[in-house]
């Protein structure tokens, strides 16, 4: 099994074989409360580490979604565009956001594991 990493914007990427799968964190979906509206990247633009890669938004606020890695879009999840409510329910799992053919591994290097995460998000969230 891939190890998961995240980023201090709240994204989870786990990597498998050259594709990664990112959504947002489950405390993300926690901070912004109900979501109403997901926009995903096109599948075949490029994306660059920590740029904008789609918006979500909430009963509460809007929020772009970041890119923790450099590459090309190869899917989106349309089912999260359909049924926004499915990134409350299952964030870190069914309700991913989009994939990446990775263009550098390396830049997995600057993101946290889990334990890192979990520190972070609770001193953030303070």
Do not use: C
């Amino acid at each position: 099994m891939s190890e998961v990493k995240y980023s201090k914007e709240h994204e989870w990427i786990k990597v498998e074989g050259d594709i990664a799968i990112i959504g947002i964190t489950q405390h993300a979906t926690e901070m912004l409360g109900d979501i109403v509206f997901a926009e995903l990247p096109e599948k075949g633009s490029s994306v660059t580490k920590d740029g904008t890669a789609g918006v979500v938004e909430s009963t509460k606020a809007a929020s772009d979604v970041y890119t923790p890695v450099s590459g090309e879009i190869t899917d989106t999840n349309q089912s999260i565009v359909d049924d926004p409510s499915r990134i409350n329910q299952d964030p870190e799992g069914t309700a991913w956001f989009f994939k990446i053919k990775l263009k550098d591994k390396s830049e997995m290097d600057s993101l946290m594991n889990k334990e890192e995460y979990d520190k972070f998000a609770k001193e953030t969230s303070t």
